[in-house]
């Protein structure tokens, strides 16, 4: 019996210990999330102004491609945490393979970083400079995506 | 009573041997193949668009045209892995000749007289016009050689007998295309590149419980295979951007609200963003006019 209830509390201890953690790296992906949320929303910006969707605004442009610079500047380890991966929990689509590739992944947001510094510099120069640089974001949203980003 | 029985396993025979007979691989006519002279320059084009390189880069590498195969791809039958298909004369299938490329890509048939699985979209690559055929043999044979050996696929009994395939040919290949008459050039040109090189039914469009593609629900999402989330589908009901959005999509990865694409999809917009701007707009066209749910056949 003894024993019985020595087991439950330890299972209880465990189960307690799991639900803490996972509340508390929730909080991470929220976070990585809302990053991804201002990429998306400055992409949006720039990108309609590329299609021709919105006018173009070389002030609203160089706001949105110096956004972008901002974000990519933001430090990136503590957004992933070890067991945060869609394996781990629910609500994201991050895959396992960050965690066994960190470098590689770091270097695609060094990517992402490059691709929006050369927005920054051409976003005020004209509405015809704004396709290409997106090109170039695209690809860098895609390498990353393609081996890091589980489908929905 | 003696008779009935010899009358049984006679009958027995007959229908084994008409089964043997039915499940044997059927090749491509030589007369579709006479005379045509392979152009590498056009064939590239058909390559990028047929998506060959997304299927059969090697897992870890950043060079798209070495295709030393070695993927997985999983599936409700086991996993497939992708074979290397480079000019490497030992490996790849640089011994091949043209015919015998002919019939993997088009009938899914291999040089030894074999069944191809169809995790290879052979039953989509059978509408490739002959000439499109020739020149991607011609620039493929351009392409780097890699010696990297094949490795076996990972299938359970009964999936591992390649002549079950002839039975699954006599289901789901040979059906031609799903769109009926096209109209317009545009439409033709997006339903021969969804349809046929893209083969966006591979994944977009749900299976039967044999593995066959469901045509009566063409394009209308599916499970992903590797058992985890789904496939979106592509009908105007379920995808309601405009031709423009999809057409920029194609090209840049975005969606209209500045998501970006993931997983395999990112390889398919890389092959699209190569291609010229019609053809994007051509594909997009081509899901804009499909049926609500997908009900062609």
Redesign the interface.
């Known amino acids: 019996m003894k024993m019985t209830i020595a087991a439950a509390a330890g299972v209880a201890l465990l189960a307690t210990g799991a639900l803490a953690q996972e509340q508390d790296l929730s909080g991470n992906v929220k976070a990585r999330q809302g990053q991804f949320r201002i990429m998306a929303i400055n992409l949006g910006i720039l990108g309609d102004m590329a299609q021709g969707k919105t006018e173009y605004d070389a002030e609203a442009a160089q706001a949105a491609a110096d956004t972008l610079v901002a974000v990519s500047t933001i430090n990136q380890p503590p957004l992933w945490p070890e067991g945060s991966s869609e394996m781990d929990m629910d609500g994201t689509r991050a895959k396992a393979e960050i965690w066994d590739n960190m470098d590689d992944f770091a270097s695609k947001w060094a990517g992402f970083g490059e691709a929006a510094s050369a927005m920054q510099q051409v976003a005020a120069t004209g509405q015809e400079a704004i396709g290409p640089a997106m090109g170039g974001l695209g690809g860098a949203c895609k390498a990353c995506h393609d081996t890091y980003r589980a489908p929905q | 009573m003696r008779r009935l029985l010899a009358g049984v396993a006679l009958a027995g025979v007959a229908l084994a041997g008409a089964g043997w007979v039915l499940t044997a691989p059927d090749p491509v006519p030589e007369e579709l193949l006479a005379g045509l002279s392979g152009d590498a320059a056009r064939g590239e084009a058909v390559f990028t668009a047929a998506g060959c390189a997304s299927c059969h880069h090697a897992p870890d590498s950043e060079d798209r045209l070495v295709l030393a195969g070695g993927q997985s791809f999983p599936s409700d039958f086991g996993t497939f892995r992708a074979p290397n298909i480079s000019p490497d004369p030992d490996h790849g299938i640089g011994g091949w000749s043209f015919a015998q490329f002919a019939n993997a890509v088009t009938r899914g048939i291999s040089p030894e007289g074999q069944h191809l699985y169809p995790a290879f979209p052979y039953t989509a690559y059978a509408q490739m016009a002959p000439q499109d055929l020739a020149d991607l043999w011609a620039y493929m044979a351009t392409l780097p050689a890699d010696a990297t050996p094949n490795q076996p696929h990972d299938l359970p009994f009964p999936f591992s007998l390649r002549r079950g395939v002839g039975v699954w040919k006599l289901l789901y290949a040979d059906r031609g295309f799903v769109l009926p008459d096209p109209g317009t050039p545009d439409l033709t040109r997006g339903r021969y590149l969804a349809e046929a090189l893209a083969h966006c039914g591979e994944c977009h469009s749900p299976r039967t419980a044999l593995g066959g593609l469901d045509r009566s629900a063409w394009l209308t999402g599916a499970p ?1 295979p ?1 058992g ?5 589908g592509l009908t105007p009901d379920q995808l309601d951007w405009s031709a ?1 959005d999809i057409a ?1 999509y194609l ?4 969606t209209p ?11 398919v ?2 092959n699209f ?1 190569a291609l010229p701007a019609e053809d994007r707009a051509a594909v997009a066209a081509y899901l804009k006019a499909l049926p609500e749910g997908g009900r062609l056949d």
């Open positions: 992903d590797s985890r989330g789904t496939i979106p423009e920029y090209e840049s990865g975005f609200d500045y998501d970006s694409a993931g997983g395999h999809m990112v390889e917009i890389t963003a």
